[in-house]
């Protein structure tokens, strides 16, 4: 009779879910929909503090597969009292385009037609940039559209890796002529937010790309 309670016993037990496994997954389906509605609330914002842009990238999952950022997105900046907030808007910037590992196109523009066209990177002036406010100004776009015949190329300027950073590997975008890596995250399958890190730049730069084609 005892050993039909012990068999009994131990089926029951061998049947039962383990609480620590059903738990540990509770907890990390919690964790993702906090991460989603965080990046929701920012998306929908358009803004967040230094703290929060962090926090919230540091949150999102790292993208393993450099396949997944192949194709073309259009690009909006997280506005987090950087130096950049509103620059690249300024000169109607479009996005960017993986196109493979070694070739991608890291600034996309739009002309005033709206035709998009590519801007040679090494070009751009970076350190200016994050120093004079005067660059955000409306009459600068006209400046910048006049100075597209020399600012176009055909060529591809930066390269698709998979980087360390803030303790994740993930894709990154490496520029050939600039010490910049954008780092990629995964908001959802058609959702990335980058953070560029430039050497020398005190704070990292926040942004958001949204898939068009790929």
């Not at 037990?13 to 383990?18: G, H, I, L």
């Not at 496994?21 to 920012?42: L, N």
């Not at 002309?111 to 350190?127: E, H, Q």
């Not at 006209?142 to 994740?168: C, D, E, N, W, Y």
Request: glycine share 10%; charged share 25%.
């Amino acid at each position: 009779m005892k050993d039909k309670k012990k068999a009994a016993t131990k089926k029951k037990t061998a049947s039962a879910p383990r609480k620590t496994g059903a738990g540990a997954s509770s907890r990390a389906s919690r964790g993702g929909s906090k991460a989603s509605a965080a990046a929701q609330v920012v998306l929908e914002r358009g803004s967040a503090t230094r703290d929060e842009a962090l926090a919230l990238f540091d949150s999102l999952p790292p993208i393993a597969d450099l396949a997944f950022m192949f194709g073309r997105w259009t690009g909006s900046g997280i506005d987090s009292d950087h130096p950049m907030d509103g620059l690249l808007e300024n000169y109607a910037w479009y996005g960017k385009e993986f196109i493979s590992e070694d070739h991608v196109h890291p600034l996309l523009f739009q002309s005033g037609g709206g035709k998009i066209f590519r801007v040679n990177p090494a070009l751009m002036p970076m350190g200016m940039a994050l120093k004079f406010p005067f660059l955000k100004r409306g009459f600068m776009r006209g400046v910048f559209r006049l100075g597209r015949p020399i600012l176009q190329t055909s060529k591809t300027g930066a390269r698709l890796r998979l980087i360390s950073h803030r303790g994740k590997v993930s894709a990154t975008m490496a520029y050939d002529a600039l010490p910049i890596h954008d780092v990629f995250r995964r908001i959802d399958e058609n959702t990335v937010m980058g953070l560029m890190d430039y050497k020398g730049m005190q704070d990292p730069f926040f942004f958001v790309l949204n898939r068009v084609d790929g």
